[in-house]
Structures are given as structure tokens and as C-alpha cells.
């Protein structure tokens, strides 16, 4: 069954970089599209971020220009490098199949994400 560990997050002052990971294990990664997603607190989980198992990506509107993701189906990762992070971008960012997540015993699998604090 696969399983997700999302890395990388921290404390980060405004307008500073930050570069998420996610490690998935389990076989058939490279065929997915994979996506990055966030929740604050108080609101439901977004996606920020997708890449086809070829590499097209996709971005909401509000990260455009500033994010970029990008995969390696050797290592099975995703990455998320996030540029001129704002304090809106503070939340715990997860990484999961797009556009629908991975099932585990028949429910929605994610990963214990990280968090990103954009604060000064």
C-alpha cells in the first residue's frame, strides 16, 4: 500500500523560499498525476499544485509565478519550491494523487503533511 512522508516545511519570513518534498512509497508512482495541496486553519484543504505523470504542470491562481512543482519517478518524490512566500501561504501542505487521493481500506489516505509558517 503506498505511503506518503511530506518534508521540508518550517518557520520562513515573508517574501523567503521554501522547498517541500514528499517521498511515496508503493509501485505503479511514475503512472499518476500528483498533486500538492494545503489546508489553514479554519478552511478546507486546496490544491496549489499538479504534474501529470509527463510533466505538465498546474497551478491555482494564488501561487502562480511563485511555485513550482516537479517530480522524479526514479525516486518516486514530488517537490514544491516555493518562492516569496506570504503569510497567507501558513498551512500544512500534503502531497497525494491528483485528482483523486489514494484509498486505504477504503478511505481517503494522506500523509501527515507539513507545516509551513510564514510569519516575521
Known amino acids: 500500500q503506498v505511503q506518503l512522508v511530506e518534508s521540508g516545511g518550517g518557520l520562513v519570513e515573508p517574501g523567503g523560499p521554501l522547498r517541500l518534498s514528499c517521498a511515496a512509497s508503493?509501485?505503479?508512482?511514475?503512472?499518476?498525476?500528483m498533486g500538492w495541496y494545503r489546508q489553514a486553519p479554519g478552511k478546507q484543504r486546496e490544491l496549489v499544485a499538479s504534474i501529470t505523470s509527463g510533466g505538465s504542470t498546474n497551478y491555482a491562481d494564488s501561487v502562480k509565478g511563485r511555485f513550482t512543482i516537479s517530480r522524479d519517478n526514479n525516486k518516486n518524490t514530488v517537490n514544491l519550491q516555493m518562492n516569496s512566500l506570504t503569510p497567507e501561504d501558513t498551512a500544512v501542505y500534503y502531497c497525494?494523487?491528483?485528482?483523486?487521493?489514494?484509498?486505504?481500506?477504503?478511505?481517503?489516505?494522506w500523509g501527515q503533511g507539513t507545516q509551513v509558517t510564514v510569519s516575521s
Open positions: 508503493g509501485r505503479m508512482f511514475d503512472i499518476y498525476a
Open positions: 497525494n494523487k491528483h485528482p483523486m487521493p489514494w484509498l486505504r481500506r477504503g478511505k481517503d489516505y
